[in-house]
């Protein structure tokens, strides 16, 4: 079952590869493709900050696309999603690492090592927690329709530890991801949460307040989980139409 | 059961690891070794020029086989010479829509004579296609009558059998197009062609008095896909000639060429002679070479060169290459050059209409001894005319017409304003950086001579240190608060500037602000330093030449930036009090359809009497050409 269950894992992320490759465009033995593709840009990060548990939400290099506000998207670049900083880094061509401009940026996709599916960011401005006016921040596109929900990928402090390398302590701050959601309504209006509540969720929706409890519950979703939250979401979807 | 399962996965996925290397070739990697065929039309607003006048033109782009969608040219060329090959205009065509329009200004000082326009894109080149080719004829208003030049290619006349166009006929003399300017008569033989799309064009009147609301109506009814470009010209008859190709049959040529005598004048094919005034002779080996290898401009319009050292002209391998443009932002785009000392850069939007500047990266070693040599896509070359079929009225319209151009001068009377253009969102921008770390304005501060002071006093993050006979620069890193390893790249106006000499005297009366982005930044697998934009009051990058190092290149033609000043009657009574000579009544290069099945258009004739021609040529949607015309007479 063990080995049944890494061979299926290992078969999706192939197909995923495969699938995702870009079309490229050769003349001859010149890729003109390659030719037309805009550059990324950013600051060279030769230091990162020195944390106890990974900043990002891949430890690996995987491809994505990044879609620039100038309306050009980049393809098939080697990334990573920094939430800590909330940056997005890149692998450059010189294999120098890259913070990726954040003004330049509009959204980024980039595929799930494990699963090989394709996870989409947008950039939005958001509230969030220890800022007093909203900022710019990539959200992750969990469901989009009439109401859509993102989430924010952020990995915060939890506390700090002592490292001892070489004879010499030192003080890390220790971080884990701690995900914040947002729900965008028909009106534009944001309502963010870190753990859905069944019945602030409900509230959410006032003029169906009933349909909406009685759906959660023929569907047994009890929003304990991400994946309970898309799916109520693609519910509440599908009530409307 | 299990372990049979889990060896069949095994298999699969081995199998796939086989696959995976050549399926991701297959399915994601489009080889071509040939460029789509395709042809390229130009329809002019009239066929007889005066110097001084404009030429209004669109260029049509067509696809000659479906085999190679999404290869498509986005870019065009038009070039105009006279017989001697002497270039009158050169244009490089930003195609939207598969069409570009625009008018080209014939300087006053051009010599009576017969000249070609010629149309292609790099496909048709590489292909060995037929270039469009079209004669005109222009002439000097201080010239005498009958135009001398002319009169070896005049005809009068042409034969009815000679226009039904026997397939046969070789006579070099005169190779009839058999469909010529009239709407009648098509091909009469049953022999292939693609039918004209069945538009019908009607005016309210056929007798007009000067000054009088023209209605033209265009029905296309018959043609259910419905119309994807059209353009109208109205204008004196005996201005155009009885044989010059229609869109129509030009399209016809281009397919199905063997319908046709030998057209010679009216195609150019692109052959080995021509080629070799584009070799880049290489001395040291005594060989000729051909020019960078020629790329279909699919994404859009190629720049190419090489870059060779200046003194043993060997081209440079991995030297990076840099393309801006003055702006209000750094842009900037670079290359490498391949072992060909080859570079080619895409030619967007973002650089329609504006002159290219291409310099070498100033950490090139030894950069100050390279040349940059631009591919030059224009050729010509010396031509006999063929025959023209004139108008009967030929040498009364000139004399008229002369009369009329004096008029126009001394009236100063001008149906063509240049305007800014759309304003368009600036699509594909090649930034460098969107937002510094510093900037200065410099009228916050006291004036200062020259940017070393400024950037002493101003700037603490950068450092100018002059030395001997250059400078030497570095900047603060605002992450770690150290000097960055190497010295900062400047930019004057958007414009990469190799040299810090070129800009170290622009004083704070000269210069409007000042960016610096002080951390180490790549674009692409370019790093630098850090970055200081100097942004100047008056276009002192007008100042930056070869001596600075740039190759500059005129822009692109923007197909926005002009608009035609036709005077209107009825609703404006101010232009009663002024004389209106046209002899181009009308133009418009995109006619619109609004609804499916009519359109009309609207002009006023003026103060010149006689009979016009209307010519509307366009193509459908599914690429079928149609050429119409209709005669009205002002009295």
């Known amino acids: 079952?063990?080995?049944?269950?890494?061979?299926?894992?290992?078969?999706?992320?192939?197909?995923?590869?495969?699938?995702?490759?870009?079309?490229?465009?050769?003349?001859?033995?010149?890729?003109?493709?390659?030719?037309?593709?805009?550059?990324?840009?950013?600051?060279?990060?030769?230091?990162?900050?020195?944390?106890?548990?990974?900043?990002?939400?891949?430890?690996?290099?995987?491809?994505?696309?990044?879609?620039?506000?100038?309306?050009?998207?980049?393809?098939?670049?080697?990334?990573?999603?920094?939430?800590?900083?909330?940056?997005?880094?890149?692998?450059?061509?010189?294999?120098?690492?890259?913070?990726?401009?954040?003004?330049?940026?509009?959204?980024?996709?980039?595929?799930?090592?494990?699963?090989?599916?394709?996870?989409?960011?947008?950039?939005?401005?958001?509230?969030?927690?220890?800022?007093?006016?909203?900022?710019?921040?990539?959200?992750?596109?969990?469901?989009?329709?009439?109401?859509?929900?993102?989430?924010?990928?952020?990995?915060?402090?939890?506390?700090?530890?002592?490292?001892?390398?070489?004879?010499?302590?030192?003080e890390l701050p220790e971080i884990k991801p701690k995900p914040l959601y947002y729900i965008e309504l028909p009106n534009q209006n944001m309502v963010q949460f870190y753990k859905a509540k069944k019945s602030t969720f409900i509230n959410l929706f006032p003029n169906k307040k009933n349909e909406v409890k009685h759906l959660l519950s023929s569907q047994k979703i009890r929003l304990k989980h991400e994946s309970e939250l898309v799916k109520a979401m693609e519910i509440i979807e599908g009530m409307e139409k | 059961m299990k372990i049979t399962r889990n060896k069949i996965l095994i298999s699969f996925i081995l199998s796939l690891l086989f696959c995976f290397p050549i399926g991701i070739m297959a399915s994601n990697r489009s080889y071509q070794s040939v460029s789509p065929k395709e042809g390229v039309y130009i329809h002019t607003d009239k066929d007889i020029y005066f110097a001084g006048d404009n030429i209004l033109f669109k260029v049509y782009r067509f696809n000659l086989n479906d085999q190679l969608k999404g290869w498509e040219s986005k870019a065009a060329y038009l070039s105009i010479f006279n017989q001697n090959g002497g270039f009158v205009s050169k244009r490089e065509l930003v195609l939207k829509n598969d069409t570009h329009h625009g008018y080209i200004f014939l300087p006053d000082t051009l010599a009576s004579g017969i000249y070609k326009i010629v149309g292609w894109t790099n496909s048709m080149i590489m292909n060995e296609s037929p270039l469009f080719a079209k004669q005109i004829v222009i002439v000097n208003r201080f010239d005498s009558n009958p135009i001398p030049f002319l009169a070896p290619y005049r005809i009068e006349e042409i034969k009815e059998s000679e226009l039904v166009g026997d397939s046969t006929t070789q006579d070099s003399s005169f190779s009839p197009n058999p469909v010529g300017l009239t709407e009648t008569k098509l091909y009469t033989k049953p022999i292939k062609n693609i039918s004209s799309a069945d538009i019908k064009i009607f005016s309210d009147k056929e007798i007009y008095d000067t000054r009088e609301k023209v209605t033209l109506s265009i029905d296309f009814s018959d043609i259910p896909e419905g119309i994807a470009s059209a353009s109208i010209t109205v204008a004196r008859a005996e201005s155009f000639f009885e044989n010059s190709p229609n869109l129509l049959s030009y399209f016809n040529q281009n397919l199905f060429p063997e319908n046709l005598p030998i057209i010679t004048q009216y195609t150019q094919k692109f052959n080995d002679d021509q080629l070799k005034k584009l070799t880049v002779k290489k001395e040291w080996s005594n060989q000729k070479v051909s020019r960078t290898k020629m790329l279909p401009e699919n994404y859009g319009l190629v720049l190419s060169g090489r870059i060779i050292d200046s003194k043993s002209k060997r081209p440079k391998e991995n030297v990076t290459v840099m393309l801006s443009s003055a702006d209000t932002l750094v842009n900037l785009k670079h290359f490498s050059t391949d072992n060909d000392g080859a570079f080619y850069f895409i030619i967007d939007e973002f650089y329609a209409g504006k002159a290219l500047y291409l310099s070498v990266f100033n950490e090139t070693p030894d950069f100050q001894n390279l040349d940059i040599v631009v591919d030059d896509k224009f050729f010509s070359s010396k031509f006999d005319p063929q025959n023209f079929a004139v108008?009967?009225?030929?040498?009364?319209?000139?004399?008229?017409?002369?009369?009329?151009?004096?008029?126009?001068?001394?009236?100063?009377?001008?149906?063509?304003?240049?305007?800014?253009?759309?304003?368009?969102?600036?699509?594909?921008?090649?930034?460098?950086?969107?937002?510094?770390?510093?900037?200065?304005?410099?009228?916050?501060?006291?004036?200062?001579?020259?940017?070393?002071?400024?950037?002493?006093?101003?700037?603490?993050?950068?450092?100018?240190?002059?030395?001997?006979?250059?400078?030497?620069?570095?900047?603060?890193?605002?992450?770690?608060?150290?000097?960055?390893?190497?010295?900062?790249?400047?930019?004057?106006?958007?414009?990469?500037?190799?040299?810090?000499?070129?800009?170290?005297?622009?004083?704070?009366?000269?210069?409007?602000?000042?960016?610096?982005?002080?951390?180490?930044?790549?674009?692409g697998s370019l790093e630098f330093s850090g970055i200081v934009a100097l942004y100047s009051k008056n276009d002192n990058y007008k100042n930056l030449n070869q001596q600075s190092g740039h190759t500059i290149i005129s822009g692109i033609s923007s197909t926005n930036g002009y608009q035609m000043n036709?005077?209107?009657?009825?609703?404006?009574?101010?232009?009663?009090?002024?004389?209106?000579?046209?002899?181009?009544?009308?133009?418009?290069?995109?006619?619109?359809?609004?609804?499916?099945?009519?359109?009309?258009?609207?002009?006023?004739?003026?103060?010149?009497?006689?009979?016009?021609?209307?010519?509307?040529?366009?193509?459908?949607?599914?690429g079928i050409p149609f050429s119409k015309r209709i005669f009205i007479t002002v009295k």
């Open chain 2, 566 to 622: 036709f005077p209107t009657y009825e609703s404006n009574k101010a232009n009663d009090n002024f004389p209106d000579f046209r002899e181009v009544l009308f133009w418009l290069p995109n006619i619109e359809f609004a609804n499916s099945q009519s359109t009309s258009v609207v002009f006023y004739t003026s103060d010149v009497k006689g009979d016009y021609a209307a010519v509307v040529e366009g193509l459908t949607t599914s």
């Open chain 2, 391 to 523: 108008h009967s009225n030929l040498d009364g319209y000139i004399e008229e017409c002369k009369l009329i151009k004096r008029a126009q001068k001394a009236y100063n009377i001008k149906f063509i304003r240049e305007t800014n253009g759309e304003i368009e969102p600036k699509s594909g921008t090649p930034y460098l950086y969107r937002t510094p770390v510093v900037r200065i304005k410099l009228a916050d501060y006291v004036p200062m001579d020259n940017f070393e002071d400024i950037s002493n006093e101003i700037i603490p993050v950068l450092r100018i240190q002059k030395q001997k006979y250059s400078y030497s620069t570095r900047i603060v890193s605002a992450r770690t608060r150290s000097l960055l390893l190497r010295e900062p790249q400047f930019f004057l106006d958007g414009i990469y500037v190799p040299n810090l000499g070129d800009i170290i005297n622009l004083s704070s009366e000269e210069l409007d602000r000042i960016e610096v982005v002080n951390l180490p930044w790549a674009l």
């Open chain 1, 1 to 170: 079952m063990m080995i049944r269950h890494k061979i299926l894992t290992i078969l999706m992320g192939f197909i995923a590869l495969v699938v995702h490759g870009q079309n490229e465009l050769f003349y001859e033995d010149f890729n003109i493709t390659r030719l037309n593709e805009p550059n990324l840009f950013g600051e060279i990060l030769y230091q990162q900050t020195l944390t106890s548990g990974s900043q990002f939400l891949f430890n690996e290099w995987t491809k994505g696309n990044v879609e620039l506000s100038n309306g050009r998207i980049a393809q098939n670049v080697d990334i990573k999603y920094n939430g800590y900083t909330d940056e997005l880094i890149w692998l450059n061509p010189s294999l120098k690492i890259v913070v990726v401009d954040k003004n330049s940026v509009s959204g980024f996709s980039i595929i799930d090592p494990k699963t090989g599916s394709m996870l989409t960011f947008k950039k939005m401005r958001v509230k969030v927690p220890f800022y007093i006016q909203p900022t710019e921040t990539y959200l992750q596109v969990l469901h989009q329709g009439k109401y859509k929900l993102y989430a924010f990928r952020q990995i915060v402090q939890s506390g700090r530890v002592i490292n001892t390398e070489k004879n010499r302590s030192f």
